[in-house]
């Protein structure tokens, strides 16, 4: 079985990002694992293909503007991207290369995400006896996962794990699941290529949901918002990062010239608080670095 390729068993976790209805399975799947087919809405009557063990639950034609562009970049060279977060951005932002995790470097805003997950507030059980289930929207080669595993505590992790990775980028889900081949708990990691603007997963379907890194270029924002919130449970918070130019600090040329060059494809990058979906409480919003935010909210039931 290919590391992320979802199972038979889990089907009750994903819904057509059409209408929301479950989805069946019709093809290979040896061992149970979704090898070659499609996975078939009980209610639309849609089609969403599975090729070597990936779900592609989004339609293309609904793929435009930015989301289209951008993908063209990440399914080009994906295996420079985490390269260039780690030693560019901190050049960039603070003018000196940062190996350590100080001020300024990659580990650095990663760490300050991390700790508005509040991960370490999740219970040990749940009441239906299910797993931990974690949604990251736009995981990208996966930079995130070992640093989530983490820091989660160990009586959460003795509910188990589901890692659900969704990207609309094939290439960035290529170098991921290379990653996982190495990983002996790759078990946990589910990959699913999906458009965040309609998440293939039923209503509060998560105990933790967030994104890093690309919601600025989305096509529409309020909608991208409004779906991490309806797979979230009530209160958990959902979080938010990238790009804004913070406002509380002095900027050299170099950095508003190079933070100008980053968003070319936004004319104002920021925090979209304007933009949560009706309800959103506990609203926050921090600079995490010279060059991003970080935006948490949770939703009522």
Do not use: K
Not at 168 to 173: D, N, P, Q
Not at 201 to 217: E, K, L, M, Q
Not at 233 to 256: K, M, N, S, W
Not at 275 to 292: D, K, M
């Amino acid at each position: 079985m290919r590391p992320g390729t979802v199972r038979s068993n889990d089907l009750p976790s994903l819904a057509c990002p059409g209408c929301r209805s479950p989805l069946a399975f019709l093809g290979v799947a040896p061992g149970g694992a979704l090898a070659s087919g499609a996975l078939a809405c009980d209610g639309c009557r849609a089609r969403w293909p599975v090729d070597d063990g990936l779900p592609r639950l989004y339609r293309e034609d609904d793929v435009r503007g930015n989301d289209r562009l951008l993908r063209h970049f990440y399914d080009g060279l994906p295996f420079l991207h985490d390269a260039v977060v780690r030693y560019t951005l901190p050049l960039f932002q603070e003018g000196s290369l940062r190996f350590d995790d100080g001020p300024g470097s990659e580990r650095a805003f990663r760490d300050g995400f991390l700790r508005r997950l509040a991960l370490d507030a999740l219970a040990p059980a749940a009441v239906d006896g299910r797993p931990l289930r974690i949604l990251e929207v736009g995981a990208g080669c996966g930079a995130n996962l070992p640093l989530v595993r983490a820091a989660l505590p160990s009586r959460a992790l003795a509910r188990g794990l589901e890692y659900w990775a969704v990207d609309l980028s094939a290439g960035m889900l290529a170098v991921l699941r290379r990653g996982l081949a190495r990983d002996p708990r790759a078990g946990e990691v589910r990959l699913l290529l999906a458009d965040a603007h309609a998440l293939p997963f039923p209503d509060a379907s998560f105990d933790r949901v967030f994104h890093v890194g690309g919601i600025n270029g989305y096509r529409d924002v309020p909608r991208a918002l409004a779906e991490m919130a309806r797979v979230a449970l009530p209160g958990t918070p959902i979080v938010v990062v990238d790009e804004q130019l913070d406002p509380a600090r002095p900027h050299r040329l170099f950095q508003r010239a190079t933070f100008r060059l980053v968003t070319f494809y936004d004319r104002n990058p920021h925090a979209p608080v304007e933009h949560l979906p009706p309800g959103a409480r506990e609203v926050h919003v921090e600079q995490l670095s010279r060059f991003l935010y970080c935006l948490t909210f949770s939703m009522n039931g």
